[in-house]
C-alpha cells in the first residue's frame, strides 16, 4: 500500500494563517505589528531569494518586515554593530542574519551577538542550551516544522523509535532534542555510523537531513515507518534539466513506509512558517503577554 503523502505545504499555510491571526491580536494589543528583521550580507542568489520570500511572508501575515541588505565586502565588526542596533530596537522581535556568511566574517560570532529573546532561528547557544534541558527556548526552524508534521501525522509520539540523519547544529541535533521531548528513543546517525541501513530500519520515525540525494533507500525503511525527508538536491535530469529530489529516494520508499514527506512540497513550505511563527512567539514573550493557543 502507498504511502501517505505528508502536505506540508497545507500544513504551513494553515499555520501561516494562525500566525496572521496571532499578529492581529498582537497589534491590538500592543499598538504595533510583530516586527522581523532580516540581514542579508552579499548577494548569493538562493540567498537572496530566502529573503524576498521571508519579507513577503511577512507582510502576508501581518507583520512588519525590516530589510538590511549589505555589501560583500562588510566587515564583521560592521555586521556585529548592526546587530546590537537591532538588539536594542523596541520595533524588532526578531533578527535573522542570513547564512552563509562571507568568508572574512565568523558566523559563530555573529549568532552569538543576536539577543537571545529575538533569536528567531533558534542558533544561539543559550537557546540551544534551554532546548536541550527541556526549558521554553526558540527551537530551529526546520526540525520544529518537522515535528509539527510528525505530531499531525501520528499524534502521540511517546515511546517511538526514532533515527535522525544528520547532526549539524541547524537539523540533526535540534531535531533530536524535540524528539526527546516527546519521549521518542533516538538516535543520531551519520556518515561514520557503522552499518547505517541496519540503525535506519529499526526506526519507526526516519528523518533524514544529509544533503545526499536519494541516499536513503527502500530498503532502509521499517514498513510502515513514517519517514520526513529535510534534504533539498538539485540533479541533473533529462534533456538537460535539473530537478528537485531529497535525501530520501522517494518513489520506492513511498512503497513501504506508512508516511512521507515529498520533495518539494513536504518540509521546504514549513520553514518559513515556522519563522513567521517563533517572530510572534518571540514577540508576546519578550512583552510578557502569554503564550498564543495554536502556535
Same mark, same amino acid.
Given at each position: $500500500?502507498?504511502?501517505?503523502? &505528508?502536505?506540508? @505545504? /497545507?500544513? /504551513?499555510?494553515g499555520l501561516r494563517g494562525r500566525v496572521a491571526d496571532a499578529a492581529a491580536r498582537f497589534q491590538a494589543e500592543t499598538g504595533r505589528a510583530p516586527g522581523l528583521a532580516v540581514v542579508l550580507v552579499g548577494e548569493d542568489p538562493a540567498s537572496s531569494v530566502y529573503v524576498r520570500s521571508k519579507g513577503k511572508a511577512c507582510q502576508e501575515a501581518g507583520m512588519k518586515s525590516i530589510e538590511h541588505r549589505l555589501a560583500e565586502t562588510t566587515t564583521q565588526a560592521d555586521l556585529i554593530a548592526l546587530v546590537e542596533a537591532l538588539n536594542a530596537d523596541p520595533n524588532v522581535d526578531g533578527i535573522l542574519v542570513q547564512l552563509p556568511l562571507p568568508k572574512q566574517i565568523d558566523d559563530k560570532a555573529v549568532i552569538?551577538? &543576536?539577543? +537571545?529573546? @529575538?533569536?528567531? !532561528?533558534?542558533f544561539h547557544v543559550v537557546n540551544a542550551g534551554r532546548l536541550a534541558v527541556g526549558e521554553d527556548a526558540l527551537v530551529p526552524c526546520t526540525p520544529l516544522g518537522c515535528l509539527m508534521l510528525l505530531k499531525d501525522q501520528m499524534g502521540d509520539l511517546s515511546g517511538k523509535d526514532a533515527v535522525v540523519i544528520g547532526r549539524s547544529n541547524i537539523v540533526g541535533k +535540534? $531535531?533530536?532534542? *524535540?524528539? *526527546?521531548?516527546?519521549?521518542?528513543t533516538v538516535t543520531?546517525?551519520?556518515s561514520r555510523t557503522k552499518d547505517l541501513p541496519a540503525v535506519v530500519r529499526r526506526a519507526d520515525i526516519v528523518v533524514a537531513a544529509v544533503g545526499r540525494p536519494e541516499m536513503v533507500k527502500a530498503d532502509w525503511i521499517k514498513p510502515g515507518a513514517v519517514v520526513i525527508d529535510v534534504g533539498i538536491n538539485? &540533479?541533473?535530469a533529462a534533456e538537460g534539466k535539473t530537478r528537485l529530489v531529497g535525501d530520501v529516494a522517494y518513489e520506492?520508499? /513511498? !512503497?513501504?513506509?506508512?508516511?512521507? %514527506? +515529498?520533495? +518539494?512540497?513536504g518540509v521546504g513550505p514549513m520553514t518559513i512558517a515556522v519563522l513567521l511563527?517563533? %517572530?510572534?512567539? /518571540?514577540?508576546?514573550?519578550?512583552?510578557?503577554l502569554g503564550a498564543e493557543a495554536g502556535l
Open positions: $500500500m502507498a504511502a501517505a503523502v &505528508i502536505d506540508g @505545504k /497545507a500544513f /504551513a499555510q552569538a551577538a &543576536i539577543d +537571545p529573546a @529575538k533569536d528567531v !532561528d533558534g +535540534p $531535531m533530536a532534542q *524535540l524528539l *526527546l521531548g516527546e519521549s521518542c543520531i546517525a551519520h538539485r &540533479i541533473d520506492e520508499a /513511498a !512503497d513501504i513506509a506508512s508516511a512521507i %514527506t +515529498p520533495v +518539494p512540497g511563527r517563533n %517572530t510572534v512567539v /518571540a514577540a508576546r514573550a519578550r512583552l510578557g
